[in-house]
Nanobody
Framework: VQLQAFGGGLVQPGGSLRLSCAAS????????MGWFRQAPGKEREFVAA????????YYADSVKGRFTISRDNAKNTVYLQMNSLKPEDTAVYYC???????????????WGQGTQVTVSS
């Protein structure tokens, strides 16, 4: 499975961005798709995940109510809509494909290259 994430950029606090993750190769309806992020000097952390075939969603407490994960099975693409962005959301965002439990980094076998999100005025 190959994953390509894009859509990052520079946005002011309170603004919005939508990240996309396109999957190709041996895509499977059994994969959980997740988003993680890593800020400078910090460990990679879970952001959100979605069950590819059942639309169950999972969120980190820090983004709940602000971020929304969704997927388009026909396009093999997962999205992360990020609203009300804060400076502490600044990080490189990675998409990943794996299995349950969805919030655990080691559950994921395939990773995209990451896209930078910077929230600053």
């Amino acid at each position: 499975v190959q994953l390509q994430a894009f859509g990052g950029g520079l946005v002011q606090p309170g603004g919005s961005l939508r990240l996309s993750c396109a999957a190709s190769g041996r895509t499977s309806s059994r994969y959980v798709m997740g988003w993680f992020r890593q800020a400078p000097g910090k460990e990679r952390e879970f952001v959100a995940a979605i069950s590819w075939s059942h639309s169950s969603t999972y969120y980190a407490d820090s983004v709940k109510g602000r971020f929304t994960i969704s997927r388009d099975n026909a396009k093999n693409t997962v999205y992360l809509q990020m609203n009300s962005l804060k400076p502490e959301d600044t990080a490189v965002y990675y998409c990943a494909a794996g299995r349950f439990p969805a919030q655990v980094l080691i559950s994921y076998d395939y990773w995209g290259q990451g896209t930078q999100v910077t929230v600053s005025s």
